[in-house]
């Protein structure tokens, strides 16, 4: 072990979920001023400006409006907002902003790794479903939407769009952002634009969505999957392979108030997603200067592993859409490859749980 890790060792909690106090306490653990590797603040300064990029880019948008030889220029970027199909079309990717330094240190905080199960033909196109959601889908950003964690090198030929809410798009300056790192819209449209632009054209999903999001616990997998089907007919409409892909630790990097069904938090979460098409978990983690309040992730390691491709029958002569019986036998093949790589890193990287990989609907 090297100088730097010694100090690691000796000043701060370790990368696991043993970071987070075994019982609760009124005491606030307070991060030491000093001792703290170089390497490990800028880890944090990573985390904490794509946490809050959101508010800084809208601030910079209002500060600029408070300006009256701006409004011109903002004006038309609005109007430019509502016309763009961009968000649509695999968003405006430009290659360089997933190579940021700031994706390496973002992964290098939890740390975040990627594991190839199987080689995908760049010949081929692929839609990706991503579990568990967890409270922020960490893990499905780091892998799909940068290249901290080796995308385009474990899969050369495989151009991964990572898809989100469409609400996300009409945010000033961060849609811009987002579209940069090949993110894009998570409607029906943009799926099928996607898939049919050419070969290796890919998509990732986050399947589990707002739903999943509010079974997000630590040493828990509980997967909305069941009636999510849409996806499956999707890939079987346009002949991509199916690829399971499960993230070892992203349910551990928060903390989230009970919310049983049945109680009140729950049933407001739920208005909320049928209101808004989305929720907000009432989570909690770690502050910058402490370890035990805040909204910073914990440091636990986070593995996705992308496994092995599920090809999808195709459609008949004159068929346009496929049948209920093709879809449900594709999504068997699905869940038990899904189980097959649970089964086989669950005893490396989740030691600590207190379930099994449960599907709940």
Request: hydrophobic share 40%.
């Amino acid at each position: 072990m090297n100088s730097s890790s010694e100090t690691l060792v000796a000043s701060e909690p370790p990368q696991t979920t043993k970071e987070k106090p075994s019982k609760p306490t009124s005491q606030v653990r307070w991060a030491p001023i000093r001792g703290i590797p170089i390497e490990r603040r800028l880890q944090m300064l990573a985390v904490c400006t794509w946490i809050s990029m959101m508010f800084i880019l809208v601030s910079l948008f209002f500060f600029m409006a408070t300006y009256k030889f701006m409004w011109p220029i903002l004006i038309a970027y609005i109007s430019f907002l509502y016309v763009d199909k961009a968000p649509e079309s695999g968003g405006r990717r430009f290659e360089r902003a997933r190579h940021w330094a700031l994706w390496r240190y973002f992964a290098a905080y939890f740390p975040a790794q990627l594991i190839k199960e199987h080689d995908l033909d760049p010949k081929n196109n692929y839609v990706f479903g991503y579990h568990p959601h967890g409270i922020i889908s960490y893990g499905a950003q780091l892998a799909f939407a940068t290249e901290a964690t080796g995308f385009s090198e474990k899969f050369p030929g495989i151009t991964p769009s990572l898809l989100t809410l469409n609400s996300n798009f009409r945010i000033p300056f961060y849609r811009d952002v987002i579209m940069a790192l090949g993110i894009a819209s998570v409607s029906r449209r943009s799926c099928e634009n996607i898939l049919s632009s050419g070969p290796g054209r890919s998509i990732a999903i986050v399947v589990g969505g707002a739903a999943e999001s509010l079974n997000a616990r630590p040493g828990t997998a509980d997967l909305v999957l069941r009636k999510r089907l849409g996806f499956i007919r999707l890939a079987i409409k346009h002949g991509a392979s199916l690829v399971p892909v499960f993230s070892f630790g992203e349910n551990e990097v928060y903390d989230q108030l009970d919310n049983a069904k049945g109680s009140k938090v729950f049933m407001y979460q739920k208005k909320m997603q049928a209101m808004l098409g989305f929720t907000m978990p009432l989570f909690h983690a770690r502050g910058i200067f402490n370890y035990d309040v805040g909204i910073i992730p914990f440091r636990h390691q986070i593995t996705t592993v992308v496994g092995k491709p599920i090809p999808v029958p195709a459609l008949e002569e004159g068929q346009t859409e496929p049948t209920q019986e093709q879809i449900l036998q594709v999504q068997k093949l699905y869940i038990d490859e899904l189980f097959t790589i649970y089964n086989k890193y669950k005893d490396v990287y989740a030691k600590d749980r207190k379930q099994e990989l449960r599907i709940t609907d």
